[in-house]
């Protein structure tokens, strides 16, 4: 019998709730009706062919209901919020290349925008058998020491040129993880042109810049599929 996992996020309750690789309500909203194309996998490579949003292959079971649902339920209301802001505003954002959080979260707090992509990321990694630094897991269960969690992992966003003329509503995965020693994980996922870009490093890694995350505007790149094995950070 196969033993049940312990939640990354509290570290203490049984993980038997599900975390989708993509928020819930972006792919009831985005991706309802047409699901034959949806590409998405592990690391090891294996495709799914997913036909619906509650479909297992589109879940990560390692949190407990209270971290996936209750004490989390701030940072996915953020997160809804900034998505619902970028299609609204689609045309303004690919024009300027930024993004003003005040305008994109409203009452939102910018910290738990940024605890709810952390949550997403560290999901698959967790599921993945990666162990995830308690600074980390303690910033997504609400702590507000954003710098220790900003010390081991970078978030960039993107734009996907490619995926413009799509919209918002294919959500995807680009850029292979690397596993080094002392290893680090780059890895992005992707709301249709919007890309965000995750490095993220377990042990200390001094030659790597962390720049503090934006908690004003945010930048977008048009880096959206160039990280690839063999190519160590070309964005540095």
Not at 27 to 38: F, G, I, P, V
Not at 167 to 173: A, C, K, V
Not at 177 to 198: A, K, L, M
Not at 206 to 226: K, T
């Amino acid at each position: 019998m196969e033993q049940t996992k312990t939640c990354w996020v509290c570290r203490s309750e049984p993980a038997t709730t599900g975390e989708h690789k993509w928020p819930h309500s972006y792919l009831r909203k985005y991706h309802a009706n047409d699901w034959s194309e949806l590409q998405h996998g592990r690391w090891d490579g294996h495709r799914f062919n997913t036909k619906a949003s509650n479909s297992k292959n589109l879940k990560h079971s390692v949190l407990c209901p209270r971290c996936n649902n209750e004490r989390t339920a701030p940072q996915d209301r953020a997160l809804s919020a900034f998505l619902t802001y970028l299609e609204n505003n689609h045309d303004t954002v690919l024009a300027t290349r930024t993004i003003s959080l005040t305008d994109a979260l409203g009452t939102h707090e910018p910290l738990n925008f940024y605890r709810a992509l952390l949550k997403l990321e560290f999901s698959r990694l967790s599921d993945d058998q990666l162990d995830i630094s308690p600074e980390v897991a303690d910033f997504v269960l609400g702590s507000e020491a954003w710098e220790a969690a900003n010390s081991k992992t970078r978030i960039e966003f993107r734009i996907a040129e490619e995926m413009v003329p799509r919209g918002l509503g294919d959500p995807f995965e680009t850029d292979a993880p690397f596993y080094e020693d002392p290893y680090f994980v780059s890895h992005q996922i992707n709301f249709g042109w919007f890309g965000v870009h995750y490095l993220y490093a377990p042990t200390e890694r001094p030659d790597l810049p962390w720049p503090d995350w934006s908690m004003g505007y945010l930048l977008l790149s048009n880096r959206g599929f160039d990280a690839r094995p063999g190519q160590l950070f070309p964005e540095l």
